[in-house]
């Protein structure tokens, strides 16, 4: 599979090199003044500092309304659980907390929502069986 990359705005890089580095794992690569790239989970994302895209409670999956737009990343069941068990150790305010959809169905997920500091949207998703992810 390729990696992708991704660049969005922060609001503050300091805030968001505790965030990403130190609460979710990610390293930081190469950076500057106004922005700064981490490996996200084996992908490329860089923060750049300006305004805030702006998200809305409008994507329905299953019975939850998530925030849209939103970046995630999946994966193994057991790393998601580490991650889960780390970011609830932290207090992190969840938008929808750590959970399994579709139970039982082709394509049973865990995932969790939270909000960076500046307010942008991430879900985290975990697989038992890394194959359902294009589950139909």
């Given at each position: 599979m390729s990696i992708f990359h991704l660049a969005y705005h922060v609001d503050d890089l300091d805030r968001a090199r505790g965030f990403y580095?130190?609460?979710?794992g990610c390293q930081e690569g190469r950076s500057t003044e106004t922005?700064?790239?981490f490996n996200f989970f084996g992908h490329q994302i860089s923060l750049h500092l300006g305004p805030v895209f702006a998200t809305a409670k409008t994507g329905k999956v299953g019975d939850h309304m998530v925030p849209m737009p939103h970046?995630?990343?999946i994966l193994p069941q057991g790393d998601w659980r580490a991650l889960a068990d780390r970011l609830e150790a932290a207090g992190i305010d969840f938008t929808i907390t750590p959970t399994t959809r579709f139970a039982g169905e082709p394509g049973e997920q865990s995932t969790m929502f939270f909000?960076?500091?500046?307010g942008n949207p991430i879900e985290i998703k975990g697989f038992a069986d890394m194959a359902g992810v294009f589950a139909t």
């Open positions: 580095g130190s609460l979710l922005w700064a790239d970046l995630g990343v909000h960076d500091p500046a």
